[in-house]
């Protein structure tokens, strides 16, 4: 039996143990060739090396279907570090230092002889680096090759059942996790037919974003804000999700899911659950994921008969990103000419509960939209009918509090004051805070935080699988209905918020979006 790591010191509020108290391990990136590994994984792992959030005793070891050496895959490695984290390629030093924990083993993923040589190799590797038997599986390959993977690692004999003080072994999962509900059942029993619960890491890269996680901190460390937060006070929430990139060459993979699953799916209801949520007992990983659970659940569905009501889908066509004139999606290379995916998709959400009765949530999602920008605008009910709001002279707006998740992340609050001067005169002014200003230094990529979480086994700010089913239960009727109306895509030009909206019952045609 491998010993035991000690442990840090736990409390009931206890969330991350410190990096030093790390086991060692091996992680092995499944499809580590490719795009991921390069722009996101590396540069994350290197740059935590640099900052001594590593264990001392680990390697990194790829498994993947070229053919490569150590020193190729090292070398092709920092090439992409130089590419895509310039700032961090400029120190050679601690690169040479690093690469020596990276190794490279080829083989086809669905090849049973190659799954054999890995075990074989890692059983080396426990010896020679002293890894305790300690092991982290990243399925760093596109999703249909997914439960191939778990396959061949349940028929080499590469899982471990879990015991106290024992070695240990976990897996994480990339989105998406599957294309509908039936697609993400399917991939949650071939993971559960491999691994317990516990065991799985279901990773969308937005809850490791700081002022993700600072939702929490925001509501349930200012008394302020918890006091107002509920249908008393609050006229609806707005969550915006907005990239304005095109495809950028995942054409293949996008045209064939389109934006809702891409991103409304996984990152827009994190952060609707962690703006919803009731306060958790206490910030344990289950006491979390328990409450944010229970708002997919509250979440009222959209029938097939209100799909034009409650959501509108589009696509864009050519236009203005910037001083940049940009094509329009069927015309990226790689899509199909008479694709009918979507690319921007708007939800209006009703939640059914005693906090949120009677609040709408709209969210939007999409792409070639004039800004990139993640965030949340809580827009509070307006002033009654009195005083300051019969003033001619007064420009009396809600008060909206915004959560900006990126870029320029931080928080600000819409009020309204009086203009200097004789007269009356309102004005709405903002309090700003953001967070790279206060707090001094840069914020950490969201990837850094995951990977640390993952080797530390701690599954805050993982996905559950009951939370992955929750949210496909709500996205893949719409989905359906979708195609069972016969709903029309919209178009918008690429630059532009959205599409207008022309429809007389839609819930969005007289919505003000807050935009950035």
């Given at each position: 039996?491998?010993?035991?790591l000690?442990?840090?010191?736990?409390t009931?509020?206890?969330?991350?143990?410190?990096?030093?108290?790390?086991?060692?391990?091996?992680i092995?990136?499944f499809g580590?060739t490719?795009?991921?590994?390069?722009?996101?994984?590396i540069?994350?792992f290197?740059s935590?090396?640099?900052q001594n959030?590593?264990?001392?005793?680990?390697?990194i070891?790829?498994f993947?279907?070229?053919?490569?050496?150590d020193?190729?895959?090292?070398?092709d490695?920092?090439?992409a570090?130089?590419?895509?984290a310039?700032?961090?390629?400029t120190?050679l030093?601690?690169?040479?230092?690093?690469?020596?924990?990276?190794?490279?083993?080829?083989s086809?993923?669905?090849?049973?002889?190659g799954?054999?040589r890995?075990n074989?190799q890692?059983?080396?590797?426990d010896k020679?680096?002293?890894?305790q038997?300690n092991?982290?599986f990243?399925?760093a390959?596109?999703?249909?090759?997914?439960?191939?993977?778990?396959r061949?690692?349940?028929?080499?004999?590469?899982?471990?059942?879990?015991?106290?003080?024992?070695p240990w072994?976990r897996?994480?999962?990339e989105k998406?996790?599957?294309f509908d509900?039936?697609?993400s059942?399917e991939?949650?029993?071939?993971?559960?037919?491999v691994?317990?619960?516990?065991q799985i890491f279901?990773?969308?890269?937005?809850?490791?974003?700081?002022?993700?996680?600072?939702?929490?901190?925001?509501?349930?460390a200012?008394?302020?804000?918890?006091?107002?937060?509920?249908?008393?006070h609050?006229?609806?929430?707005?969550?915006?999700?907005?990239?304005?990139l095109g495809?950028?060459?995942r054409?293949?993979y996008f045209?064939?899911?389109?934006i809702?699953?891409?991103?409304?799916?996984?990152?827009a209801?994190?952060i609707l659950?962690?703006?919803?949520m009731?306060p958790?007992v206490?910030?344990?990983?289950d006491a979390?994921r328990d409450e944010k659970?229970?708002?997919l659940h509250?979440?009222?569905?959209?029938q097939?008969?209100?799909?034009?009501?409650?959501?509108?889908?589009?696509r864009?066509?050519?236009?203005r990103?910037?001083?940049?004139e940009v094509?329009?999606?069927?015309?990226?290379?790689?899509v199909r000419?008479?694709?009918?995916?979507?690319?921007?998709a708007?939800?209006?959400?009703?939640?059914d509960?005693?906090?949120w009765a009677?609040?709408p949530?709209?969210?939007r999602?999409?792409?070639?939209?004039?800004?990139?920008?993640?965030?949340?605008?809580?827009?509070?009910?307006?002033?009654?009918d009195?005083?300051y709001?019969r003033?001619?002279?007064?420009?009396?707006?809600?008060?909206?509090?915004?959560?900006?998740?990126?870029?320029?992340?931080?928080?600000?609050?819409r009020?309204?004051?009086?203009e200097?001067g004789p007269?009356?005169?309102i004005k709405?002014v903002?309090?700003?805070?953001?967070?790279?200003e206060?707090?001094?230094k840069?914020?950490?990529?969201?990837?850094q935080?995951?990977l640390?979480?993952?080797?530390?086994?701690d599954?805050?700010?993982?996905?559950?699988?009951?939370?992955v089913e929750?949210?496909?239960?709500?996205?893949?009727?719409i989905l359906?209905?979708w195609?069972?109306?016969?709903?029309?895509l919209?178009?918008?030009p690429?630059?532009?918020w959205?599409?207008?909206i022309?429809?007389k019952?839609?819930q969005f045609?007289?919505?003000?979006w807050?935009?950035?």
């Open positions: 039996m491998a010993e035991k000690e442990n840090p010191p736990q009931e509020n206890s969330v991350t143990p410190p990096s030093q108290y790390l086991p060692p391990c091996a092995v990136l580590a490719g795009d991921l590994t390069r722009r996101k994984l540069p994350a290197f935590l090396y640099r959030q590593l264990p001392k005793q680990m390697v070891l790829a993947a279907r070229k053919t490569k050496t020193d190729t895959f090292r070398n490695l920092y090439e570090l130089q590419e895509f310039p700032d961090l390629a120190d030093t601690g690169w040479s230092a690093f690469e020596q924990h990276l190794f490279y083993l080829q086809q993923l669905d090849d049973p002889e799954y054999l890995l074989q890692l059983l080396e590797m020679s680096h002293q890894l038997g092991r982290l990243y399925l390959t596109p999703p249909e090759l997914f439960i191939p993977v778990i061949r690692i349940k028929g080499a004999g590469l899982s471990q059942i879990p015991s106290p003080g024992g072994t897996i994480v999962v998406p996790f599957g509900l039936p697609s059942q991939l949650d029993r071939e993971l559960k037919n691994f317990a619960e516990e279901r990773i969308d890269h937005y809850l490791g974003k700081e002022t993700v996680q600072n939702i929490l901190a925001l509501r349930f200012n008394r302020l804000f918890e006091l107002m937060w509920s249908q008393q609050i006229d609806n929430v707005q969550i915006t999700v907005a990239e304005t495809m950028e060459g054409a293949a045209d064939t899911v389109g809702l699953r891409d991103m409304g799916q996984n990152h209801l994190q659950s962690l703006i919803a009731e958790p206490n910030l344990q990983a979390i659970v229970k708002v509250s979440i009222r569905p959209i097939v008969h209100e799909v034009t009501k409650y959501t509108t889908r589009a864009y066509t050519a236009g990103i910037g001083d940049v094509v329009g999606y069927r015309d990226e290379p790689g000419p008479n694709s009918a995916t979507e690319t921007y708007a939800l209006m959400l009703s939640i509960n005693w906090r009677g609040v949530f709209y969210v999602v999409g792409k070639r939209l004039p800004k990139r920008y993640t965030g949340v605008s809580i827009v509070l009910k307006n002033i009654p009195v005083l709001a003033l001619d002279c007064a420009d009396v707006e809600s008060n909206v509090l915004t959560l900006r998740i990126q870029p320029n992340e931080g928080v600000s609050l009020m309204s004051a009086k200097p007269g009356i005169l709405p903002e309090m700003d805070f953001a967070y790279q206060t707090f001094g840069p914020i950490p990529d969201a990837y935080r995951l640390v979480d993952a080797i530390a086994g599954p805050s700010l993982f996905a559950r699988g009951d939370e929750a949210a496909w239960r709500l996205i893949t009727p359906n209905n195609t069972a109306s016969s709903v029309g919209c178009e918008y690429a630059g532009a959205g599409p207008p022309t429809d019952d839609s045609r007289t919505l003000q807050i935009n950035p």
